[in-house]
């Protein structure tokens, strides 16, 4: 069994595709409509068969109620994994990302937090201990 793909709420599909591709670099894996619905996903390019993270607009109420209320608990509503922190931290913010946490110590890794424009904080870890 795999993960093939994650879904995270966003509240404009148009300016997390911008976001997700022009900033953090990743590919559209599928963009198709069909009357009112849009079925968007991307992926790493270091992964491009990997899991696929679907951008899919917070339209259902429910949906809109937990993504409001994660940001604004401070929860990352995904996890991105990167071997060079400080340089992604950098290479991004040069690309105009708002951390809301620059890269911090914590136990068993260094995490930084942004803003990724569409209603969503994204972590960044970098594992600083073997497993």
Request: charged letters at 20%; glycine letters at 8%.
């Amino acid at each position: 069994m795999k993960i093939k793909l994650a879904r995270i709420y966003v509240d404009d599909q148009e300016r997390a595709l911008r976001f997700y591709t022009d900033v953090l670099g990743f590919t559209v894996t599928a963009d198709y409509s069909q009357g009112g619905y849009r079925w968007l996903t991307v992926a790493s390019p270091e992964e491009p068969e990997g899991t696929a993270l679907q951008l899919a607009l917070n339209d259902n109420p429910a949906a809109k109620a937990y993504q409001q209320a994660m940001f604004e608990q401070g929860q990352p509503a995904a996890m991105f994994f990167t071997d060079d922190i400080e340089g992604e931290h950098e290479r991004l913010s040069g690309l105009g990302a708002t951390f809301t946490l620059p890269p911090t110590k914590v136990t068993g890794s260094t995490i930084a937090m942004l803003n990724d424009t569409c209603g969503n904080l994204l972590q960044l870890s970098q594992l600083t201990w073997q497993g």
